[in-house]
């Protein structure tokens, strides 16, 4: 917590007020709290219930998907409904309050903003409330939808709402990422891949160049008598599922010239994946020592 003292100690030497290190002392208390599971035995127990709270959620995401069970999270006349939507509005309510705390307690607010998990967790507690505004806006679609003059305005209105609430249901996937706040050793993982970025993105760029070379050969060698190769982008696919030794099958060549191709594909793919991962792996080794042994 060496930035947040720093950050105390020039908040107040820009007020010279000393009365403040009060609170200050008290909201560096609060941040320890929530993000050091180690400061007490009730950081501990906090963060448990945190986690316990993340699986209960997870499951719930799960398990909505599935079509015997989702009868139970969508239809508000199900005799389990009001229960899982309790808990359900607890986790989130739980998950609201831990983060709001941290805003509050965070040393700078704009620092805030900059880390990660942090926008993670405001992403993956955004779909409950944007549903619940839907909700409480669907009474007032559904009047307009009576009226013949609004008839038409309440069907899109209604389409636009189902739309948004896709997409933010998307981001109730961001939830399973709150696991890496809770563990250092993926915290370090996360480091050592931002470290090694140069490396990956050289490993897309090459990745990207194959691809396109190709897929777009096979799509003017194999597209005049294959109509599995009815485009570069179709051809796209098949050359990063060749290149990566994945090989689904359902698109394959079916000429001399295409077959010939593709061996060539599926041979280069190997060097290709050998080459750039053993300059990753290298890097990666070497700065997640680094990284471990700073810890």
Known sequence: MKDYAISIAD???????????????????VHDFLQNPRSSKIATVWHTIDIIFICVSIAFLVMETDPNLNVHFTSKTDEYYNIIYGINSFVIAFFS????????????????????????DILSILPFYV?????????????????????EIA?????????VLRVCRIFRIIRIFKFVRHSQDLILIVRVVVHAKKELGLLVI????????FGSIMYYVEHEVNDQFNSIMQG??????TITTVGYGEVVPRTPG????????????????????TIIVSKF???YEKEKSSK
């Open 155 to 163: 069907l899109d209105t209604m389409s636009k709402r189902y739309v």
């Open 206 to 213: 090459l990745l990207g160049i194959f691809t396109i070379t």
């Open 131 to 151: 549903g619940l505004i839907a909700d409480m806006t669907e009474s007032e679609n559904l009047e307009l939808q009576l009226s013949d003059d609004g008839h």
């Open 97 to 120: 309050i831990d983060l709001v705390l941290r805003l509050a307690t965070w040393p700078r607010f704009f620092s805030f903003w900059k880390n990660i998990f942090n926008v993670l």
């Open 11 to 29: 908040s107040d030497s820009e007020t010279g007020c000393s009365c403040r290190g009060g609170f200050h002392a008290k909201r560096k208390a």
């Open 236 to 241: 796209c696919w098949w050359s990063i599922v």
């Open 285 to 287: 080794s070497s700065v």
């Open 258 to 277: 295409g077959k010939f191709v593709g061996s060539v594909v599926l041979t280069l793919g190997i060097v290709f994946l050998a080459l750039p991962m």
